[in-house]
Nanobody, 124 residues
Framework: QVQLVESGGGLVQAGASLRLSCTAS????????VGWFRQVPGKEREFVAT???????LYTDSVKGRFAISRDNAKNTAYLQMSSLKSEDTAVYYCAARRTFKIGGRLTAEYDNWGQGTQVTVSS
């Protein structure tokens, strides 16, 4: 198990950039796959991006070319760089982690470690 803490959310204008961070406690972070999800009130939490332990990335179609997931295992931290933000990107963003060597991770049920979330608001 790892504890995850997100940071970096805030209020920005459409077209701006923002970088979210997810810092993990505990050892063996490099063996975890990391995912980013987002949720708006009244809707289910949705997949945004994931990176496997080996660096393979997957994105939901709506953020491809605008968002980039990365990680720094030496710092036990994962990042979500968000560019060209749109009002529809407004949500609470959550990072998640799962200890697996499998590729994938688009489903919330695949993760057993979650952060508390950070609010991202994009004004148009």
């Amino acid at each position: 198990q790892v504890q995850l803490v997100e940071s970096g959310g805030g209020l920005v204008q459409a077209g701006a950039s923002l970088r979210l961070s997810c810092t993990a406690s505990g050892r063996s972070f490099s063996t975890y796959a990391v995912g980013w999800f987002r949720q708006v009130p009244g809707k289910e939490r949705e997949f945004v991006a994931t990176m496997s332990w080996s660096g393979i990335t997957l994105y939901t179609d709506s953020v491809k070319g605008r968002f980039a997931i990365s990680r720094d295992n030496a710092k036990n931290t994962a990042y979500l760089q968000m560019s060209s933000l749109k009002s529809e990107d407004t949500a609470v963003y959550y990072c998640a982690a799962r200890r697996t060597f499998k590729i994938g991770g688009r489903l919330t049920a695949e993760y057993d470690n979650w952060g508390q979330g950070t609010q991202v608001t994009v004004s148009s």
